[in-house]
């Protein structure tokens, strides 16, 4: 995919992207289901960071696949660490994209019953309420899920690359 951009390794730059957008769409989601009221009005644009935040992950994944392969081809001697960030990072793309999908029914769902009407909501789906409520709460750990693997892969990244640098 990507190798480089700018002359520079695609992958320090493309993490940033997950980094920043997926713990925002978090606290969105938490926003939301603490103030539900909020969903209409800001629940399409937290899906949607929601959803770029999961893209750039995939991305960062993917770039993060290539530089470990460069180093190799180059004949660098590859850490552990090293490698364990590039799982970590598998599973980044993972929690985040359960995150944008729980975030996107979350949303359709309450739009849909916004729509039908709560009267034809009800004959459709017995309790909506209840699943509104049950979507929140997973909308919210999920976020908070995978706002947490962001972080420990970035912590692990950054530490295996100060633990290079500085020997």
Do not use: C
Not at 61 to 84: H, K, N
Not at 136 to 155: D, E, K, P, Y
């Amino acid at each position: 995919m990507i190798g480089s951009l700018g002359g520079l390794p695609a992958h320090p730059l493309l993490v940033h992207i997950p980094v920043v957008l997926v713990p925002l769409a978090a606290l969105g989601a938490l926003a939301m289901a603490i103030h539900p009221a909020w969903l209409p009005r800001y629940g399409a644009l937290f899906t949607a960071i929601a959803g770029v935040g999961f893209i750039g992950a995939l991305f960062a994944a993917d770039t993060g696949e290539s530089l470990l392969e460069t180093f190799r081809a180059a004949g660098q001697t590859v850490p552990a660490t090293l490698d364990d960030h590039a799982e970590m990072g598998n599973a980044v793309s993972l929690f985040a994209g359960v995150f944008f999908v729980l975030m996107l029914g979350w949303v359709v769902f309450a739009w849909w019953r916004r729509r039908a009407g709560e009267e034809r909501a009800t004959k459709a789906v017995r309790k909506p309420r209840v699943l509104s409520v049950v979507l929140a709460v997973l909308v919210v750990l999920a976020g908070v899920s995978a706002t947490a693997s962001v972080t420990w892969t970035g912590h692990s990244g950054a530490k295996s690359v100060w633990e290079r640098t500085n020997k």
